[in-house]
């Protein structure tokens, strides 16, 4: 039978910033993208059963309508009047309500997949543009790499990949709701503003240096006053020889990169186990 094998990548903003807020809520932003070698696994069937089903290691996670994954094979099957379901198996591994992308992800894969296997001919613009009906992260995971990301998230131009480094990932373990930091965030008073410009032009240089400098991510002023811990693991990786660190998305997730394995390494040990991080990994 055919079957469709994929990695759903997760990512982290190397700039997070937001210009304002939208007459619907939603928020103007600039952002750096970057996809990192962090993924979920999905494997893709055809069914006879004319229903889509999932099936994930994680028991928590829902496994109908509220499962991102669901909502793009149904957005895909109702479009193309597929009649044949599907069945999807979810290996999660990025973690969840972490300011990583991971449902987004799962949700660009599974759009990506049910596309090859019922040859429906979508390009990877066309399914950029279904993906935003799911979520405004959902383009970004469909293209990957390293982009500039405007509008709500949407408007994307690719960037020179990052440099070569180390990313040390470490999250807390608590769960962050996207909705309720942009929603307690105070677009208009924020005083500062990453140099997101600042950031493309340290891309073309080829800069990591200047690229980790420039970092910042206007979210942290919901996110780390609700949780301090936040602080106390960029702390952390600071010490531990950390160009920078900061928050991934709304968080709680935070990145630390490192041009020496070494000090990444170090940085990892004193992490894992060590009570502030629950979920810690070192990648590229
Ligand atoms: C924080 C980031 O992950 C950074 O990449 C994204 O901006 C969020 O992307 P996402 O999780 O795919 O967002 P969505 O699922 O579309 O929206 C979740 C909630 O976040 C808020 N939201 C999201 C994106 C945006 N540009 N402005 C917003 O205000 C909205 O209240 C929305 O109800
Ligand atoms: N496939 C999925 N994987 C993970 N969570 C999912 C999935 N589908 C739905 N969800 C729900 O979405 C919520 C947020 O999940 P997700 O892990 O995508 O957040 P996130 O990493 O903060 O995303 P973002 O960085 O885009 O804001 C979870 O509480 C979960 O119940």
Do not use: W
């Not at 759009?111 to 543009?129: A, H, P, R, S």
């Not at 909705?179 to 503003?193: I, M, P, S, T």
């Not at 240089?205 to 979210?219: F, I, P, S, T, Y």
């Amino acid at each position: 039978m055919k079957e469709i094998k994929l990695k759903a990548k997760a990512k982290i903003n190397l700039g997070l910033d937001v210009l304002r807020k939208r007459e619907d809520g939603y928020h103007e932003v600039r952002m750096i993208m970057q996809t990192i070698g962090l993924y979920d696994r999905l494997v893709i069937r055809p069914a006879a059963d004319g229903q889509i089903s999932i099936r994930t290691n994680l028991r928590f996670l829902p496994t109908g309508e509220d499962n991102l994954v669901y909502r793009a094979a149904k957005l895909l099957m109702d479009e193309f009047q597929i009649k044949q379901g599907v069945e999807i198996e979810l290996g999660k591994y990025i973690p969840v309500a972490a300011g990583m992308a991971g449902g987004s992800s799962d949700a660009a894969a599974t759009l990506v997949g049910v596309n090859k296997l019922f040859e429906l001919g979508l390009d990877t613009e066309q399914l950029m543009k279904r993906g935003v009906k799911i979520g405004a992260d959902v383009p970004f995971c469909v293209m990957r790499g390293t982009a500039l990301a405007e509008g709500i998230g949407e408007r994307l131009t690719p960037l020179p990949p990052m440099p070569e480094c180390h990313i040390l990932i470490a999250k807390p373990g608590i769960h962050v709701s996207t909705k309720f930091v942009y929603g307690n965030l105070r677009a208009d008073e924020l005083k500062e503003h990453p140099d997101i410009d600042g950031q493309i032009e340290a891309l073309k240089r080829g800069d990591l240096h200047g690229l980790a400098r420039l970092m910042g991510n206007v979210l942290e002023t919901v996110t780390i006053p609700e949780y301090p811990v936040i602080r106390r693991i960029k702390e952390v990786m600071k010490e531990h020889g950390a160009l920078n660190a900061m928050m991934s998305g709304s968080g709680p997730t935070v990145f630390g990169l490192f041009e020496d394995a070494a000090a990444a390494q170090e940085a990892y040990r004193a992490l894992d186990g060590g009570g502030e991080a629950k979920q810690v990994y070192l990648v590229s």
